[in-house]
């Protein structure tokens, strides 16, 4: 681990709280038992139904899968609740441009235009929606109409892979491509606590309504100074999760992110960080661990990066002077 400040307690790798393959918490219970033990193999599409099973339920976020669970006291089969997966595809159009896909990203269906104009600002295409003609939300597409003003380049933004859900910058041909600077330094009202840590953690976890379900969604949330949260995001990926969280505030007219904080339930990865910036958070807070260039890109901007976020401690890499004792 690289030298840090700690901030009271000494953090470990340990994590208590967090999202997705670092520690999961399925349901305790199982669901709606299948009858005579019969479980069939089938696509990874998102609706089917499943052999000798009642069919599959999709909700908002989350579906039902037919399952096998093994103990020391023998096989019980059931349904249980799974994080939904489905590809996105963002397409830009241009006057001068045409049309063009950006890419498809691995995401859980819900809030895809938020997700699109978080995604689109994030990589430097837009500065504010008034350069949006228009945004036409499809099935598994997104479709968005550039005015003039709009900084698209086929050459830098079109992917020439899939976005996968665990990755946001992969597909790029080069990280240069990634490193969308903002021109403005971050606020330095803001002023966070021990106690604010602590009452975000608690508060997200309880908003989490995918992950209390399934042990199988990330977060991303905005919070106050006072730790009290403003909004939260849930996907299987969480840097559309952050897009999400991102698109919400660009589409209100933006500003607003200035003197509020970010949290993640996972890690803290270069691809987090470069959007908490390029967003304006001032304050950055995961409950995992951080990258080498996480950290340096969070020095070089200014931000407050804390990771190994726990009730009773934080590990500070960046930006120390925000946070009191």
Do not use: W
């Not at 681990?1 to 307690?9: I, P």
């Amino acid at each position: 681990m690289a030298a840090s400040v700690k901030f009271r307690l000494t953090a470990t790798t340990s994590v208590s709280v967090t999202t997705g393959n670092e520690n999961p918490s399925p349901p305790s219970s199982p669901m709606n038992a299948c009858r005579n033990g019969s479980i069939s193999t089938v696509p990874p599409n998102t609706r089917h139904t499943y052999q000798s099973c009642s069919s599959a339920v999709t909700m908002d976020g989350f579906e039902t899968r037919a399952i096998a669970k093994l103990t020391d006291d023998g096989m019980i089969r059931s349904i249980d609740h799974v994080t939904s997966e489905s590809p996105l595809s963002i397409v830009v159009n241009s006057e001068k441009h045409g049309r063009h896909e950006l890419g498809i990203t691995m995401r859980t269906p819900g809030h895809d235009r938020l997700l699109s104009i978080g995604f689109i600002y994030s990589e430097g295409i837009i500065s504010s929606t008034e350069q949006i003609k228009d945004v036409e939300v499809g099935e598994n597409i997104v479709e968005i109409a550039l005015s003039d003003g709009a900084l698209f380049d086929p050459s830098e933004h079109c992917r020439i892979s899939t976005v996968t859900s665990s990755c946001g910058i992969c597909g790029r041909a080069n990280i240069s491509d990634v490193l969308t600077e903002r021109n403005e330094e971050l606020d330095e009202r803001m002023r966070i606590r021990l106690e604010t840590v602590t009452k975000c953690l608690n508060s997200v976890l309880e908003r989490q309504r995918v992950f209390s379900k399934t042990g199988g969604s990330h977060a991303c949330a905005s919070f106050t100074s006072d730790g009290a949260i403003e909004r939260v995001f849930e996907d299987v990926g969480r840097h559309n999760a952050f897009d999400k969280l991102v698109g919400s505030y660009i589409e209100d007219g933006g500003g607003a992110q200035s003197v509020l904080g970010a949290f993640v339930s996972g890690r803290a990865s270069f691809e987090l960080v470069q959007k908490s910036i390029r967003a304006g958070f001032p304050i950055m807070i995961a409950v995992g661990a951080p990258s080498t260039l996480a950290v340096d890109l969070a020095k070089e901007y200014g931000l407050t990066l804390g990771c190994f976020a726990k009730n009773e401690s934080i590990t500070l890499f960046s930006g120390v002077r925000r946070v009191m004792e």
